[in-house]
């Protein structure tokens, strides 16, 4: 019986099954019944939709991000009522034609909007090209059409040196105006300084002709800009702080700092503390990856103790500056007094670090981790195995000779200096060998540190990190952290209290700085209070953004929704960091902005193809640099660079301007009459002495002295490089790339000398012929050095 119950349940499971199933299709097929009859009654609003999309694709004018939004706005709830699963539907060939064209359209809007305007660029550019061929004495290059006629939400135009990126912005203004795509009320032009502004501006004007209406373009600085909206939205706007002047600004934290230092007890350890001990970064030696590295970052740094004696690491300089400030009087690397038995072909001239004559003390720091490991470039003699090996057999070696000489040795070690407890130990092994510490006056330390090189620097460092932080709308406060950096604590223990003081002046005298008045501005276009409107927002020179002015446009683009950015810039020719600059922000434009056109000026007029091999090359080594291939219809007619060492060894100051003045007069009287001559300093301390009698020792020259920074966006013949030494006002600069900087700034500083190396780059392609390096060849630049080792580059002997 139950044999027989065992089917007759199978058989009814079956049956339960199959009409489940039945159901379940007849329900799915009254569903697709339901929804197509549906979906035929939204045809004649799905073709109405469609058509909707025509004058996008007209060939008329360039589909943008924003205008394929603003469609799809309108069309979201239409696009929820057609089913995914439309094509099986069993349409007529027609009603799916009408359905299916309009969801492609949406669904493959990336590329079908691609397609389009690549091949709307062509064509317009065809259009325009007589346009365009007239507005200069030179015709503008495809690329530079291409990059005029793309109208993207936001669109960003890398453009090389000497490539014509005022032509192009310029071009860009005459081409909307031709096309009316904006009145010139609609439009705000804006750059960095009034030079800029000026020059587009003329240039402007003689593209488009007086009666076209630029003159009522907005033209603007960022500061003048800022300046405009504030006084728009406050009656009663403030004035500009220490009238708007860097040196006066300087000279003020300058005050401030003396002042702290002589009634603040506190302020005035902290002080000391970073001067003496932590002004320059020390850089652990297991980074470097070769002792060549390692020997080049030596020279480019002197290091040079509180009472003039150089060493030859930071570590040491610390120890040298620890014992000068406590009044212990010391010898450096002096030779130890050795029998000759105990002499041998690895140790025979073995002189301690540092010996202390007054205790007949001697000291040894040791560059070796807690493990007792040695960086792997160092170096190892046989029988030894390894660089490890070897160095604690010295270190076991001379530890040996103190033993037998019966004299008293003090160790310190490389991991101290990175735990911050190197000093602390000195202190504790100095006080238990009976050395006398006795701090030196504060009135007797300040004015030894003010003599130092290092100190100018310091007061351009903490003016440089106020205008970075200030720009960021960050305090202070916000930078602390618990396991923050120990120099940068140290640094910000100081800068604080100068920052409040520069704060209070700027109360007191019911002022705000350029950073305040741009932030303010972005404040009250957020807010509302300004409210005029703009179609298009030029930017020349996009690689000095900072980002308080990144804010302000950001807060322009949210008000002005359907505004057009269009950025103008090289992002190899950032050299405005003190004043803010984050390279990053033209490095990740469309991260910060969103939908993007790309487009490059890769065509330079400006100088020869070995320049531009050479500096091409030299900037590239930076990895976080966009990567571009210029190109330049200029061969080089003789060798486009010149090594020219001179040597300064024990020279007075007055005999090295009598020397280099005539070094430099050697070069000019080496130029073709009627050149443009570039003298190209780091500093303006680097202008040579008597340059009034050069130009006229030259008459048929036009001679001129420039900073690097104040020689970007000018062209010259021939430049001289002045002043391509080591050190802490040479070239490389080592104040501009301090690392205390990277806190405020984005992925900006990661690569050493990064901002310096940029700046070189803006040197080196200045002139349309030749560049002349002149470097002191007892302590020349890193820059120099590395351009001998990657280039066979002449070097031009004394005559």
């Given at each position: ?9 199978l ?88 359905v ?126 800022g ?143 807690r ?15 390894t ?6 057999h ?35 092994r ?6 006398l ?32 932080m ?99 810039g ?63 219809p ?34 000019l ?29 030259h ?8 900073t ?30 301090d ?53 066979e ?7």
């Open positions: 019986m139950n044999k027989q119950r065992g089917p007759s349940i058989l009814k499971v079956i049956l339960v099954i199959l009409s489940l199933g039945i159901w379940y299709l007849y329900e799915r097929w009254k569903k697709v019944q339901k929804n197509k009859q549906e979906l035929i009654v939204l045809l004649p609003q799905i073709e109405k939709a469609t058509v909707e999309f025509n004058p996008y694709f007209s060939g008329s004018r360039y589909f943008a991000n924003y205008d394929y939004l603003q469609l799809k706005s309108r069309h979201t709830g239409l696009l929820s009522r057609i089913p995914k699963d439309y094509p099986s539907y069993n349409l007529t060939e027609q009603e799916f034609k009408i299916d064209c309009f969801a492609s359209l949406h669904r493959n809007i990336e590329k079908t909007r691609s397609d389009y305007n690549q091949a709307f660029t062509k064509s317009e550019t065809d259009r325009y090209r007589s346009f365009f061929s007239k507005l200069e004495k030179y015709p503008l290059s495809d690329e530079q059409m291409r990059a005029v006629v793309s109208e993207e939400d936001n669109n960003l135009v890398i453009a090389g040196a000497g490539t014509g990126k005022t032509t192009t912005i310029s071009a860009k203004i005459a081409y909307l105006l031709d096309k009316k795509l904006a009145t010139p009320e609609e439009l705000l032009v804006i750059s960095f300084t009034n030079a800029a502004v000026e020059e587009m501006f003329d240039r402007t004007l003689r593209f488009c002709g007086k009666d076209s209406g630029v003159d009522r373009v907005t033209f603007r600085t960022f500061n003048s800009f300046n405009q909206v504030v006084r728009h939205c406050n009656p009663h706007p403030k004035q500009i702080a220490f009238e708007g002047k860097d040196y006066k600004a300087k000279a003020f934290l300058q005050q401030s700092f003396d002042l702290l230092f002589k009634t603040d007890e506190d302020f005035q350890s902290r002080a000391i503390n970073f001067l003496a001990f932590f002004n320059r970064p020390v850089k652990d030696e297991f980074e470097f990856n070769s002792a060549a590295e390692f020997k080049m970052h030596q020279q480019s740094q002197r290091c040079i103790s509180l009472n003039g004696i150089e060493v030859k690491s930071m570590e040491e300089l610390q120890i040298a500056n620890f014992l000068y400030l406590h009044q212990v009087d010391f010898e450096y690397e002096s030779l130890f007094p050795m029998e000759r038995e105990d002499r041998n072909a690895e140790f025979r001239d073995y002189a301690p670090d540092f010996y202390l004559p007054g205790y007949d003390i001697y000291h040894e720091h040791y560059g070796i981790d493990n007792g490991d040695v960086p792997d470039w160092f170096s190892t003699k046989p029988p030894f195995q660089a490890r090996e070897y160095y604690h010295g270190m076991n070696w001379k530890q040996h000779i103190h033993e037998k000489y019966g004299t008293r040795l003090i160790k310190t070690y490389s991991y101290q200096s990175y735990d911050g407890s190197m000093l602390r130990s000195l202190k504790t100095l006080s238990s060998f009976g050395v510490l006795r701090k030196r006056k504060p009135e007797e330390i300040i004015a030894t540190l003010k003599k130092t090189e290092n100190f100018e620097g310091f007061i351009g460092l903490i003016y440089t990190f106020l205008n970075l200030k720009s960021g709308g960050i305090t202070p406060g916000q930078l602390r952290t618990e396991d923050m950096e120990q120099r940068f604590s140290v640094f910000l223990d100081v800068f604080t209290p100068l920052f409040r003081a520069y704060e209070q002046k700027l109360r007191d005298t019911g002022s705000i700085d350029f950073n305040d008045m741009v932030n303010y501005a972005t404040s009250y276009i957020e807010n509302g209070k300004y409210q005029k409107t703009y179609k298009y927002i030029l930017v020349d020179e996009f690689q000095d953004m900072s980002q308080g002015r990144y804010a302000l446009l950001n807060t322009l683009k949210k008000t002005n929704p359907a505004a057009k950015l269009y950025a103008v090289d992002d190899w020719q950032s050299v405005y960091r003190f004043n803010g600059s984050d390279v990053s922000i033209i490095g990740r434009f469309s991260d910060h902005f969103g939908a993007t056109a790309h487009n490059q000026i890769l065509q330079t007029y400006r100088f020869n193809t070995e320049i531009l091999q050479v500096s091409s090359t030299f900037i590239q080594k930076n990895p976080i640099q966009l990567r571009k291939k210029l190109s330049s200029f061969d080089a007619s003789f060798p486009a660079f010149a090594l020219v060492p001179v040597d300064l060894r024990r020279m007075k100051k007055a005999e090295i301007d009598l020397y280099l003045f005539d070094r430099i007069n050697q070069l009287s080496g130029i073709s009459q009627k050149a443009n001559i570039f003298l190209i300093g780091r500093y303006n301390h680097n202008i040579p002495t008597d340059l009034a009698e050069l130009k006229k020792m008459p048929n020259l036009r001679i001129s002295f420039h690097a920074h104040g020689s970007k966006g000018l062209t010259c013949d021939y430049a001289i490089l002045l002043g391509l030494d080591s050190g802490i006002f040479g070239f490389p600069s080592e104040i501009a790339d690392p205390v900087l990277d806190y405020l700034l984005e992925d900006s500083g990661s690569y050493d000398n990064a901002e310096e190396r940029r700046l070189f780059y803006v040197a080196m392609t200045r002139a349309r012929h030749k560049v002349y390096l002149m470097y002191n060849k007892r302590n020349p630049s890193k820059f120099v050095r590395e351009l001998k080792s990657d280039h580059i002449e070097i031009l002997q004394e005559m």
